[in-house]
């Protein structure tokens, strides 16, 4: 881990979403050095499967060496924030650095998006953001340190990155265009810039959306604290980039990342909007001029073979079947169908909700909780542990409708069925 200097004993940092997490984590980083910590959260009383609260929060900056001044604040509601912008400032004196991390996330594409959901990831990335920003300039002006850190991603506009989740997409990158925006119209007074991180990174919400197993393909939310704290120590003429969170540490002279994996020497999930997964290339290559637009639908090209195709799904399905057992359908309590392109394709079902779980060709009984459209060659590789499921989806070979956090616990599954494939 990066050694503590001290240099924000005595500052403020105001931190939305601090209740758990990433932004937890950040001000605990901070708190060591003696910095007084703003939670500007929601959370006042524990919940079930998302554990920790403001007050919960406070102990532990306390605990850390520093000040806590717990906050209840939607960063919906534009009068939380300004009433804790001001308590702060009457509490501390001023504020020397605002992280934008409060968040929501829906991976849905747009069919399944409801309005109420797309509402709320446009006013509390976007419009929170903006707001709480909006309130703690007057008082970063003052600051001799001045940063506004907002966790949010390099603005990258290929479309892989929008059509499958398009209102999500365009919520987060509002964030990012704050960033933009805010690093030109305030340059020399506030440093300005975003935080996101090259993989996924275990925290309770990962949990939730991921399932159980997911951990073991994170790193620790250590690395985002760290490289934002690299930030912190950064003039304020460091304005206007989209760090990631590995690269700024490298610079920083970290070269054992192992530290960070929560399973060291374990394969990590890529995160969303950086094209630097393994399909990459083949992406950037459809892209060129001229080329076949190969993630687009459209008939694949006939491809000799000498036994068909169904075959071979036909035997994935069999050894999946032979696979199955009352633990794995009672940790997965889900029914999932497939809808297969291709000369051979068509529909299959997995049911991992009822009795011992039963897999078989066309619809199943009840209705699906998750759909996954894909070629039959895809399915194949996916179940086989040649097609990482998280790649598939972001290069657009996988199409999911329906619950996403239940189609992502397949991928434990998959992992466990890998070698008999």
């Not at 529909?347 to 209705?367: A, C, I, M, Q, Y």
Request: charged share 25%; aromatic share 6%; with cysteine.
């Amino acid at each position: 881990m990066l050694p503590n200097t001290g240099k924000l004993a005595g500052c403020t940092v105001f931190i939305t979403g601090a209740s758990r997490g990433i932004g937890k984590a950040i001000a605990l980083k901070a708190a060591k050095d003696g910095a007084n910590i703003v939670i500007a959260a929601k959370t006042t009383q524990s919940h079930p499967k998302l554990s920790g609260t403001i007050y919960t929060a406070a102990e532990e900056i306390e605990a850390a060496g520093g000040r806590a001044l717990p906050c209840v604040v939607d960063v919906r509601d534009e009068q939380q924030i300004n009433d804790a912008v001001e308590k702060a400032v009457e509490k501390f004196g001023g504020i020397d650095i605002l992280v934008n991390n409060a968040s929501a996330i829906s991976l849905t594409n747009t069919l399944e998006t409801p309005t109420k959901r797309v509402d709320l990831m446009m006013s509390v990335n976007t419009r929170g953001t903006y707001l709480t920003s909006k309130a703690c300039i007057p008082f970063l002006k003052k600051s001799k340190i001045a940063h506004i850190l907002n966790l949010s991603p390099p603005l990258n506009l290929n479309p892989m990155w929008f059509k499958q989740h398009c209102a999500y997409t365009i919520a987060k990158y509002g964030m990012s265009m704050c960033v933009l925006g805010m690093a030109e119209e305030f340059r020399g007074e506030i440093a300005v810039n975003a935080l996101w991180p090259r993989t996924a990174i275990h925290t309770a919400a990962m949990d939730m959306l991921g399932g159980s197993g997911v951990e073991s393909q994170c790193r620790k939310v250590d690395i985002i604290a760290d490289a934002a704290y690299s930030i912190f120590k950064k003039p304020k003429s460091f304005t206007g980039n989209f760090v990631i969170d590995e690269n700024i540490l490298k610079e920083e002279g970290i070269k054992n990342f192992d530290i960070y994996a929560v399973k060291p020497g374990q394969p990590l999930l890529p995160d969303f909007f950086l094209d630097e997964h393994p399909d990459v290339a083949v992406i950037k290559q459809m892209e060129s001029p001229g080329a076949i637009p190969e993630f687009k639908e459209e008939k694949p090209q006939p491809q000799p073979q000498s036994k068909p195709h169904y075959g071979a799904v036909e035997e994935t399905f069999r050894i999946v079947k032979d696979s199955l057992s009352d633990d794995v359908v009672k940790a997965t309590q889900a029914i999932y169908q497939f809808e297969l392109s291709g000369e051979d394709g068509g529909t299959w079902f997995l049911d991992l909700k009822n009795r011992g779980g039963t897999v078989g060709h066309g619809e199943p009984s009840d209705r699906a909780d998750v759909v996954m459209s894909m070629s039959t060659d895809d399915f194949v590789k996916m179940f086989s542990g040649k097609l990482k499921p998280t790649v598939a989806f972001m290069s657009g070979k996988l199409k999911i409708k329906g619950n996403m956090a239940l189609a992502i616990k397949l991928e434990k599954l998959m992992n466990q069925m890998n070698s008999r494939l």
